[in-house]
């Protein structure tokens, strides 16, 4: 038995359909042909990425500081430049501001949900 790594990423969020939208129109995700009800997944590579309703029993605002506290979510894309400047114009939060490193130019916004994404430019 070997377990092989991460291959299916989700976000419990309040509002599916807010969140949905935000992924979408802002990041330029585009949603997978097929998503179960409770949950809307994205067409991302390698790893599928997708925002659902919360699990039973559990509230997203809860959790402190913010939601997903203690997970660094990692997204690439092909001009962090680019999406920065349309996350700032449309006045999404911004944690730590674009800067260069390892993985190319990175900055970090926080989403409808309070959970912090960073973006980078370099695979």
């Known amino acids: 038995m070997t377990v092989t790594g991460p291959d299916f990423l989700a976000l419990q969020v309040g509002d599916l359909e807010r969140s949905a939208n935000f992924y979408e129109t802002l990041l330029g995700l585009r949603r997978a042909p097929v998503s179960p009800p409770h949950a809307v997944v994205f067409a991302t590579e390698p790893i599928a990425f997708a925002v659902r309703e919360p699990m039973p029993g559990f509230d997203p605002t809860a959790v402190r500081p913010w939601a997903g506290?203690?997970?660094?979510?990692?997204?690439?894309?092909d001009d962090a430049q680019a999406v920065h400047d349309v996350l700032v114009e449309a006045g999404v939060p911004i944690v730590s501001a674009p800067a260069p490193g390892p993985f190319g130019?990175?900055?970090?916004?926080?989403?409808?949900?309070?959970?912090?994404?960073?973006?980078?430019?370099?695979a």
């Open 69 to 77: 506290a203690g997970v660094a979510l990692w997204l690439h894309a």
């Open 105 to 122: 130019l990175t900055f970090s916004f926080s989403d409808p949900d309070g959970y912090v994404v960073t973006i980078h430019d370099q």
